[in-house]
């Protein structure tokens, strides 16, 4: 968020107090040390991307080394990384927009509306996500080969939609649950639907969220392993095509590390949009 | 309400709830039943055609085994120790974040990197940094003159590092959910304690924490059914040693039914693990009230 988007919400100073009991530069020093936490990994990662073999696993570890680019090189020429990259791309965005095209009605009724088994329907939901994958893979893979699902991408679209729906509807829900009950009695009052109440007045207002869990529905799907590796053969998503360089004998680190690097792109593009547009939803909110 | 318009109602909540309903029977029911079923056989990939159904001989087996004790009391600790630390770290930064008017937009994209990577990646760049001998972790240790540790060597430190790259990798999620939150929190309370003359911390604990719980309680929710099942984490770095002092649940379950191949057992240690599981939700959702439906239409 820019500072100008922020400066609307400035003389409402409150809000801006729940952590100010910090001076400015102890916060700021909290955050970037945080910041630091963070990154650290991510760049030895990329710096091990930028080292010879024996570079990356050298006995002392190396900060200063002349970067080599030969990693970049091989990874982009091979065209496998290209691959990876569309069926990952195709399964991700997919995942997230059925999650949400499923997930989202089905919150805001749980939210919204009174009916019996409202508590259990919404815990069967949640209990979706907690069967350990060890129990699922073996009846998911027989179903899969029988009904033709097997290394296709609805499969895995299908496949990452059971496992993301669940936090999609539970978020959603919390969402929805505040928003004033009065923005959709005046609908009605004014003789909408309840799907036109949800549709025109409802959705509008909770973007925010929606950019929230479509990010992180986005990220799970994209990152997802073991289903993927298990569902696939030669429909291979970034993280299974990643593991191709983990071999028995040797991990080929350069390789691994370049295509993770590579790879980041495209998450920290859709990361940036829907940041966007979390802005434009919050500041709507502000006006509102 | 006249009946047609109860009628209507009922049909919009039907219409509203089916696409989900059948997508979530048709792809986890299955393997549900499935898997229930295996877990009351003796079924075994080494001698498949001597399956036959030994009901509760499996949950027997393993309630007798130490292996079994020493997998809950490890999956356990690991749980509550990830996501307490998950939580205090991800709220803390939300809070300073939302107050934060320089870089914002930078720290936000750095703080997302750890959800972002390529998982795989990132945990075997972990193994090398924790590398005894030639991880960058105890070179830095060394060079300001501290003596070296062996993270993944002794029980303790196998588990404690274990939790901090957990926290490394998930810590932005609940960040994520709660600065989502404070976006959309109502600010008015906080102006109404802080004209009564509350102070700061007074604020943060007793109006803006309470007015995040919802959005906490489906984070902690989410983040304690995922870290009870970890896998690839443990799975890279420790294997479930040394010894098996960081071997939770899943990784027995994974040993016992890809490894040795009996699915019937397996089947059982995962039956046991979801109903863990639901008992655990169920008394932490009851305890925060978070099953009624705050304002109804």
Redesign the interface.
């Known amino acids: 968020m820019g500072e100008a988007a922020r400066q609307p919400l400035k003389p409402l100073s409150p809000a801006v107090r729940v952590g100010r009991f910090l001076q400015p530069w102890i916060r700021r020093l909290v955050l970037w040390l945080f910041a630091l936490w963070c990154l650290f990994p991510i760049y030895w990662l990329f710096t091990m991307s930028l080292k010879r073999q024996v570079d990356a696993i050298s006995r002392k570890p190396k900060f200063i080394f002349e970067p080599i680019w030969d990693n970049y090189v091989k990874v982009l020429g091979s065209g496998e990384v290209w691959l990876y990259f569309q069926n990952s791309l195709i399964v991700a965005l997919g995942t997230t927009a059925l999650s949400l095209l499923l997930g989202v009605p089905t919150a805001y009724v749980l939210a919204r509306y009174r009916f019996t088994g409202n508590a259990d329907f919404g815990f069967w939901i949640l209990t979706t996500r907690m069967t350990p994958p060890v129990a699922m893979l073996i009846p998911f893979f027989v179903v899969y080969i029988r009904s033709g699902l097997f290394d296709t991408h609805l499969g895995l679209i299908l496949a990452h939609t059971a496992i993301t729906i669940s936090i999609v509807v539970w978020l959603m829900k919390g969402f929805f649950e505040d928003l004033p009950k009065e923005l959709e009695e005046a609908a009605f009052m004014d003789g909408a639907t309840g799907y036109q109440a949800f549709r025109q007045i409802c959705l509008p207002v909770t973007l925010p969220g929606i950019a929230a869990v479509a990010i992180l529905t986005f990220l799970f799907s994209w990152n997802e392993f073991l289903f993927s590796l298990v569902l696939a053969d030669r429909v291979q998503t970034v993280p299974v095509g990643l593991y191709n360089f983990v071999g028995y004998q040797q991990i080929r680190w350069g390789e691994l590390t370049a295509s993770a690097v590579i790879m980041l792109t495209p998450v920290l593009l859709f990361v940036f949009v829907f940041q966007r547009q979390l802005v434009r939803g919050l500041t709507l909110g502000a006006i509102k | 309400m006249n009946s047609s318009a109860g009628r209507?109602?009922?049909r919009?909540?039907l219409l509203?709830?089916t696409?989900?309903?059948v997508?979530?029977l048709g792809?986890?029911l299955?393997?549900?039943l499935?898997?229930l079923a295996?877990s009351f056989s003796n079924l075994s990939l080494v001698t498949p055609d001597d399956f036959a159904y030994i009901w509760f001989e499996n949950f027997g087996r393993m309630f007798e085994s130490p292996e079994f004790w020493n997998a809950v009391r490890i999956t356990v600790v690991f749980t509550i120790a990830a996501v307490a630390v998950e939580l205090v770290?991800g709220v803390g930064?939300a809070?300073?974040?939302?107050?934060?008017?320089?870089a914002?937009?930078a720290?936000?994209?750095?703080?997302?990197?750890?959800?972002?990577?390529?998982?795989?990646?990132?945990v075997?760049?972990?193994r090398?940094?924790l590398n005894p001998?030639?991880?960058?972790f105890n070179?830095l240790l060394k060079q300001i003159g501290l003596p070296p540790q062996d993270w993944l060597g002794t029980p303790g430190m196998a588990l404690t590092t274990l939790v901090a790259v957990d926290a490394?990798q998930w810590t932005?999620?609940i960040l994520?959910?709660a600065a989502?939150?404070?976006?959309?929190?109502d600010?008015e309370p906080?102006?109404a304690?802080?004209m009564d003359g509350a102070?700061?911390?007074e604020?943060?604990f007793h109006h803006?924490l309470p007015m995040l719980y919802?959005?906490l309680a489906?984070a902690v929710?989410?983040r304690s059914?995922?870290a009870f099942?970890t896998?690839?984490i443990i799975f890279v770095l420790t294997g479930g040693g040394p010894g098996i002092a960081t071997r939770t649940?899943?990784l027995l379950?994974?040993k016992q039914?890809?490894e040795f191949l009996e699915?019937g057992y397996?089947?059982a240690?995962?039956?046991v693990?979801?109903i863990m599981?639901?008992i655990f939700?169920?008394v932490f959702?009851r305890r925060i009230n978070m099953?009624?439906?705050?304002?109804?239409?």
Do not use: C
């Open positions: 209507d109602r009922r919009f909540v509203m709830l696409p989900a309903t997508l979530l792809l986890t299955v393997p549900f499935v898997s295996f770290l930064i809070a300073l974040l939302h107050n934060e008017t320089r914002v937009p720290l936000r994209l750095i703080y997302l990197l750890p959800l972002a990577i390529t998982p795989v990646a990132a075997f760049t972990f090398i940094m001998s030639l991880g960058v070179y490394w932005p999620f994520l959910i989502g939150g404070l976006a959309a929190m600010e906080l102006e304690a802080q102070g700061p911390f604020i943060f803006t919802p959005y489906v929710v989410f059914i995922d099942k896998f690839d649940l899943n379950a994974y039914g890809l699915m397996a089947a240690i995962a039956i693990m979801l599981t639901i939700s169920q959702l099953f009624r439906p705050k304002a109804a239409l």
